[in-house]
C-alpha cells in the first residue's frame, strides 16, 4: 500500500520562504510522477507543480519563477521550495503520486502566508 507523509508546512510571512517535504513508502516501481497540489477556503483543488521519474517539471503559472519542485528517487521523496510567498499562496498543500491509472494522495499540510 502506497503511504504519502507531507511535513514543512507552517505560518510565514510574506516574501519568506518555506520548504514541504513528501515521503512515500510502499512503492514497487521507479515510474511515477510526483505532484504537489493546493486547495485554498472555498476554491477547487489546483495543480502547483509536478515532476516525472526522469526530473520533467511543469509549474502552474502562479507560482513560475518562486516554487521549485525537486525530488530525491533515492528516498522516494519530493521538495518544494516556495520562495516569495505570497498571501495568496495560503492553502492546505498536498502532494500526489500517480504510478499507473492510480493516484495517491497524502494528508495534506497547511501553509498559511501572513503578516
Known amino acids: 500500500q502506497v503511504q504519502l507523509v507531507e511535513s514543512g508546512g507552517g505560518l510565514v510571512q510574506p516574501g519568506g520562504s518555506l520548504r514541504l517535504s513528501c515521503a512515500a513508502s510502499g512503492i514497487i516501481s521507479d515510474f511515477y510522477i510526483m505532484g504537489w497540489f493546493r486547495q485554498a477556503p472555498g476554491k477547487q483543488r489546483e495543480l502547483v507543480a509536478i515532476i516525472t521519474n526522469i526530473g520533467s517539471t511543469n509549474y502552474a503559472d502562479s507560482v513560475k519563477g518562486r516554487f521549485t519542485i525537486s525530488r530525491d528517487n533515492a528516498k522516494n521523496t519530493v521538495y518544494l521550495q516556495m520562495n516569495s510567498l505570497k498571501p495568496e499562496d495560503t492553502a492546505v498543500y498536498y502532494c500526489?503520486?500517480?504510478?499507473?491509472?492510480?493516484?495517491?494522495w497524502g494528508q495534506g499540510t497547511q501553509v498559511t502566508v501572513s503578516s
Open positions: 500526489r503520486l500517480t504510478l499507473g491509472p492510480r493516484n495517491y
